[in-house]
């Protein structure tokens, strides 16, 4: 510590590294094959990646608007439109952040802080909890637990955990991890919620177009009273196979969109403007390629749940998404985080322990999630050396 004492913010101890960062940095050590952090081994659509060299190469290369270029402003609000009947005012009511995490962030921190209290259901994306620390405010979980063979919460353990000092609600569907699409009543359930107790809902959307068997995603903001209650968010990098990219929006009535940009102008400023431009392209003209990347990870799913299931695992079919969550007792192992960090020496294979998405740790002690958004020899080969795993 040289004599200084520690330098971190109290309220950031106890967040150390992200789960995603140490188990990527487990696979590079070890040569093992990742199916921890979510990224595609593939790329996204050519023209695409055209579109961004294209920006580059015609000079779109200074500061673009705070609130994002106008093409992509109006893409989003084209597709909230065509594909949800949500109308948006590109000018007024839609933004771009640095990706989701960004959007999120910048929402959290923008309406809510020291003493409201912010409900996740859990397991929760890790950036969640980390934001809603650094806004000064207080999360209260409420666990999705397996019934049926998917997760989902029971709608009176979320009614108790919403307090007079309750002030947002943070809804992933389709959710990551437990890849659980919510139907429509399981939404119903929520934007009650948030009516009664006059609360925003901030909506993490970035697996839209990634459902399976039919589910259906539907963005809360289209149930009845809550399009002027909520901030949806989503981003390029998942639809568009482009996590690098780090390029997503915001849309919801435009008094949040300025409380969200009143956050997001002193963190980042602007959104890096050649990304901006190709997301706006693959936006209007990509959507096919996209249902391609849908079909293919249905089959994808289905391969690496098949090779899961004969290795021993019990697995829960994800609606949505590109992760399978896993029941690790059948193979003899309680703690998904002791075997994370033993599978590279046992298997060569990485996967994420889901216990560190939980409050309840209990809840979560014994799943690991695989990502299966991997070339199909890639997943097969995982599959093969987790075999002799029991
Ligand atoms: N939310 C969820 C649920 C995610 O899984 C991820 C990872 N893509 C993100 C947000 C982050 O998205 P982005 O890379 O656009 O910041
Ligand atoms: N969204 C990715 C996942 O869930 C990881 C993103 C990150 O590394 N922060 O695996």
New binding site residues.
């Given amino acids: 510590m040289d004599g200084v004492g520690e330098p971190l913010v109290s309220r950031m101890q106890g967040f150390g590294t992200t789960i995603f960062a140490e188990m990527s940095a487990l696979a590079a050590s070890t040569g093992s094959i990742n199916l921890g952090q ?2 595609p081994d593939t790329d996204g659509p050519p023209a695409m990646l055209d579109a961004a060299v294209a920006a580059i190469r015609s000079g779109g290369n200074q500061y673009p608007p705070g609130p994002g270029v106008p093409e992509l402003r109006a893409a989003v609000a084209a597709q909230r439109l065509e594909r949800y009947g949500l109308e948006y005012d590109p000018a007024a009511e839609v933004f771009v ?8 962030a910048a929402s959290v921190l923008a309406l809510a802080g020291p003493g409201d209290e912010v409900i996740v259901f859990e397991p929760y ?1 890790d ?2 909890a980390a934001t809603i620390a650094l806004a000064g405010a207080e999360r209260r979980a409420v666990t999705l637990r397996p019934s049926g063979g998917r997760f989902t919460f029971d709608p009176d353990e979320l009614r108790a955990a919403v307090g007079p000092r309750t002030r947002l609600i943070l809804v ?1 569907s ?4 437990a890849g659980t699409v919510f139907t429509r009543a399981e939404l119903e359930a929520i934007a009650a919620v948030c009516r009664e107790h006059d609360l925003v809902a901030v909506t ?1 959307e ?2 839209e177009y990634l459902t399976f068997d039919g589910a259906e995603h539907i963005p809360l903001a289209t149930l009845d009273g809550m399009r002027e209650r909520t901030v949806s ?6 639809t568009f196979s482009v ?6 929006w915001v849309t919801a009535p435009a008094a949040h969109i300025r409380a969200v940009q009143t956050v997001k102008q002193f963190v980042t400023y602007a959104v890096s403007a050649p990304y901006q431009r190709a997301a706006a392209y693959a936006l209007r003209n990509e959507l096919a390629w996209v249902e391609d990347l849908r079909a293919s990870l249905e089959g994808k799913r289905d391969r690496l749940i098949t090779g899961l299931e004969a290795a021993g695992f019990e697995t829960f079919r994800p609606q949505g ?1 590109y ?1 399978v969550q896993a029941d690790i007792r059948p193979l003899g192992f309680t703690d998904g985080m002791e075997l994370a960090r033993a599978l590279p020496g046992k298997a060569g294979v990485v996967a994420v322990p889901t216990q560190v998405f939980y409050d309840d740790a209990e809840a979560g002690a014994h799943f690991v999630r695989f990502a299966f958004c991997k070339k199909d020899d890639v997943i097969d080969e995982a599959v093969e050396r987790l075999r002799h795993l029991g």
């Fill in positions: 979510g990224f952040t640095v990706g989701a995490t960004e959007g999120v994306y950036s969640y992933n389709p959710h990551n991890p993490d970035v697996y968010v989503s981003s390029a990098g998942k996590t690098g990219w780090k390029t997503g998404t992760f």
